[in-house]
C-alpha cells in the first residue's frame, strides 16, 4: 500500500509549502499533492503541527548508542550507530573510522561493504551511504584526539582499500602537506571525495591540492591552520576557494559562533554543511566511552577527554539544525538545506537525496519545530515512530 504523509509543513529541500501532501510509493517519493478530502487506498500519517524535511545527510558519524566504528564493531553495533542518529532525523550517514592501524582499515571496509549488501533489507542499515576515513594520513601537529601512534605516511595498498567501490560513498580526510598532490589526484580520480583536515599546511599548501580534485574540508576551523593577517592557512583557502564544501559541527564548543556567522558570509552559498562528528555518547545512556584506550567524558554536550581535549562531539544532527537557527540566526530553510540537500551534493548524490521531489528517495524526517523534537522518519519509505 502506498503511504501518504498529510497535514504537515512541508519543506521540500528548497522552500516550505502549505496544504501538500506527500505519497510515497515504496522506496521512493511518489508524488506531492494538492490535500486530498479523501485517503482511501493509502496508509496515511497525519503530521499535523509537524515540519516534514528530507531526511538528514551526516557525512562524519564517529560512533552513537554506546557503539564507535572505531575498536573493532560489528554489523550490529554499525547498525546501533545508525538507528540512534536516525532518532534524531539522520536517514544518510558516513560511519567514520577516526585514524587507525591498518587492520581496522580492512576491518571498516569489509563491515561498509557486508552492509551494502544488506541494503534494502534492513532499513536502518540502509542509511549507511559509505565511509569516511579520516586519517591516519593526517598531520600530528594537528592530530587533535587522534592517536599519534597510528598516524603515518600512506600505506601501500591504500588506493585500492580507500576506493573500493563496493563501500559506496568514500570520503578520504588527509593532510595535503604530507600526502601530496599525487595522491589525492589519484584518489580523485578513483572516485573518492578528498577533504583537507587535521592538517598543518599553509594556504601555499592548499593549492595544489584544490587544483587536482580536493573536493572539501573537514570540521572547519578545528584542526587545521588558521587564518592570519599574512598567512591566511587552511582556513582561509577553504573560505577563499568557491568550489569546496566545508562541513561545521555547530555545537557551540567547537567554534564560536561569531566564527562561524563569519565563514557563513564569506563562503559561496550552499557549500556549508551541517556535520556532527558524533561520538559514541549521542543516544546511550552510558555518557563515557573509550577511544584508542583512552577514556572519554560526555557532559553539558561535550565529548572530552580526562586532560580537557575536544574529542569529537556529543551532538546529533536536530540540534545542528536548531543551533543553526538560534546560536547562528539562520533561516530554518537554510539550517534544513545544510543538514541535506548541500551534503547531498557534496557526496554527488544530490539527484536520490536531499530533497523531497518525486523520484527522489523515501527518506524523510518529520520534527516538532517548537521543541526540536524527530517524531517520525522514514529511509527508503520504512516507517519509524520516534
Known sequence: ????????????????????????????????????????GFEPYDLTGLVLAPGFVDTQVNGGGGAMLNGGTTLEGLETIADAHRAHGTTSMLPTLISDRWQSMEHVAS????????????NSLSAIKGVHFEGPYVNPVRKGVHDEDVIRPVDEGALDLLTHPDLGVRVITVAPEKVGSHFIAELTRRGGIVCAGHTAGSYQDMLPALRNGLRGFTHLFNAMSPLESREPGVVGAALDDEDTWCGLIVDGFHVHPASMRLALKTKAKGKIMLVTDAMASVGARNKSFDLHGERIYAQDGQCRTEDGVLAGSDLDMMTAVRNAVELLGLPISEALRMASRYPAAFMRM?????????????????????????????????????
Open 111 to 122: 563491515l561498509i561493504s557486508r552492509a551494502h549488501r544488506s541494503w534494502g533489507e534492513n
Open 1 to 40: 500500500m502506498q503511504q501518504i504523509l498529510v497535514h504537515a509543513r512541508l519543506f521540500d529541500g528548497n522552500q516550505f509549502h502549505a496544504g501538500k501532501a506527500v505519497i510515497l510509493d515504496g522506496g521512493i517519493i511518489g508524488d506531492i499533492v494538492d490535500r486530498p478530502k479523501s485517503i482511501g
Open 350 to 386: 544530490d539527484t536520490s537525496i536531499g530533497s523531497i521531489a518525486p523520484g527522489f528517495a523515501a527518506d524523510l524526517v518529520a520534527f516538532d519545530p517548537t521543541t526540536w523534537t524527530v517524531r517520525h522518519s522514514w529511509i527508503n519509505g520504512y516507517h519509524r515512530a520516534h
